[in-house]
């Protein structure tokens, strides 16, 4: 008999940091699902004001919502659907703030005959919320350039976009735009009218060096020079005002 009653007060003993266990998580659970752990507070990051009166009608969402019955990625596409934002984060704690980081596309070129048609670093093309300035112009082949960005393969696109912001950072080159031609091949226009041929869309990093390094020797080059011609980059050929010349 004694050793039964030891049995049963050794297994309440036990029991109880369990029971103290459940009861604290049933309160937690009780706080985080509790109306009043929803966003009182909401700060916004980033945004742009043609984004601002959208971004509160999605927002106004989370007012009353419990911390826990927040779906955050849909939250999170609702206030990306523009296409001029790359990503939106939405970050939240349980005293009633929320976090609402939004990074726009960032355009590197713009597309010709459009003020507000951009490509990004990634080649996609995108509506801007506004004309699209202080980037390259790119001029596709032909009148109908959007079904020929939609067949284009997303590669293609992509070191398209590369190519403007590549060639827009080397020094005593003033890019006004980048031509592209139904064969392939790409020519770069500096706004001093000189033209850098760059041809087929093969070997551009040692292509766009070999320019680089060009213009580091001779940073007025384009002054007297009125083509660059850059498709045997090992041979780059000149044509000037008396006439062409072959380094």
């Known amino acids: 008999?004694?050793?039964?009653g030891r049995r049963k007060r050794r297994s309440s003993v036990r029991a109880r940091p369990l029971l103290w266990w459940l009861l604290?998580?049933?309160?937690?659970?009780?706080?985080?699902?509790?109306?009043?752990m929803a966003?009182?507070?909401?700060?916004?990051i980033g945004a742009k004001t043609v984004d601002q009166a959208r971004m509160r009608g999605v927002l106004k969402g989370l007012k009353g919502v419990p911390y826990f019955l927040v779906?955050?990625?849909?939250?999170?596409?609702?206030?990306?659907?523009?296409?001029?934002?790359?990503?939106?984060?939405v970050s939240r704690n349980l005293f009633g703030r929320a976090v609402v980081r939004v990074v726009p596309r960032r355009p590197v070129a713009r597309i010709a005959s459009q003020r507000s048609l951009a490509l990004d670093p990634q080649g996609v093309a995108f509506l801007h919320p506004g004309p699209v300035r202080g980037v390259p112009t790119v001029f596709l082949p032909g009148q109908a350039f959007r079904p020929w960005l939609s067949a284009c393969a997303p590669f293609e696109t992509r070191s398209l976009a590369w190519v403007c912001e590549r060639a827009s950072a080397i020094p005593s080159l003033d890019l006004g735009s980048v031509v592209l031609t139904y064969q392939g091949a790409v020519s770069l226009r500096d706004r001093s009218?000189?033209?850098?041929?760059?041809?087929?869309?093969?070997?551009?990093?040692?292509?766009?060096?070999?320019?680089?390094?060009?213009?580091a020797e001779r940073?007025?080059?384009?002054e007297s020079v009125r083509?660059?011609?850059?498709?045997?980059?090992?041979?780059?050929?000149?044509?000037?005002r008396s006439g062409v010349v072959q380094p």
């Open 227 to 240: 083509v660059l011609n850059l498709t045997a980059p090992s041979r780059p050929a000149v044509v000037e």
């Open 24 to 36: 604290a998580l049933n309160l937690a659970a009780g706080v985080a699902f509790s109306p009043a």
């Open 193 to 215: 009218g000189a033209t850098v041929v760059l041809g087929p869309a093969e070997r551009l990093e040692e292509k766009l060096e070999r320019l680089e390094s060009i213009l």
């Open 39 to 44: 966003a009182r507070r909401v700060r916004v």
């Open 219 to 222: 940073p007025s080059l384009f």
């Open 71 to 89: 779906n955050e990625p849909e939250l999170e596409s609702r206030l990306a659907a523009a296409p001029h934002l790359d990503s939106v984060s």
């Open 1 to 4: 008999m004694r050793s039964k």
